[in-house]
């Protein structure tokens, strides 16, 4: 094998075991982070929904809003929550149906979401409960892991279900 392909081939090994190095207790990390997100929500607490997020993040509703950096997203999740929001009295589920690390301090996230208990401006339940899919990409920087972008989508009525 010439010397540079033996570079290139220890490299990748090199890349690739860093990366199955990241995955164990960075896994555990950023499923915390996705716990707590979804404690924040139950608690209705717009700060704390996002303060796992990057300063300049974004992040795009299932209406297909875009809330670009963390205060605007606050001021998004506040009016969401607050006594005449849409999600005043609901709660969220999350799943993450795979994460993947693109490097040791990158990841991605797919999974999918589910209200239960929000309501339109009647106060009537909205209903069947918004559900759908979800994608955040994490970086991690000074061993902390945040979201720089992410989206939540929800299908269209009467289109395919959601993939999982």
């Known amino acids: 094998m010439s010397t540079f392909a033996m570079l290139v081939f220890s490299l ?3 890349h690739a075991g860093a990366a199955a190095a990241a995955s164990g207790t960075d896994e555990a990390a950023i499923q915390r982070l996705m716990d707590d997100f979804t404690a924040a929500w139950g608690r209705h607490d717009a ?3 996002v303060v796992d997020y990057d300063a300049d993040a974004e992040f795009t509703t299932p209406v297909g809003q875009t809330w670009r950096g963390r205060a605007e997203m606050e001021k998004g999740f506040a009016a969401d929550h607050a ?3 849409l999600f005043r009295s609901s ?6 149906d795979r994460l993947r690390f693109v490097k040791p301090d990158v990841a991605v996230v ?3 979401w589910e209200t239960t208990g929000a309501v ?3 106060g ?3 209903l069947p409960s918004p559900k759908g899919r979800l994608m955040l990409v994490f970086v991690k920087r000074d061993g902390q892991w945040k ?3 992410g989206e939540a989508m929800q299908p269209l009525a009467g289109g395919p279900p959601p993939a999982r």
Not at 91 to 96: A, E, G, M
């Open 147 to 149: 979201v720089v972008s």
């Open 120 to 122: 339109g401006p009647d």
């Open 124 to 126: 009537a339940p909205l």
């Open 83 to 85: 006594a005449t929001g």
């Open 47 to 49: 700060k704390a929904l």
């Open 12 to 14: 990748t090994v090199a």
């Open 110 to 112: 797919h999974g999918s």
């Open 91 to 96: 709660t969220i589920r999350q799943t993450i």
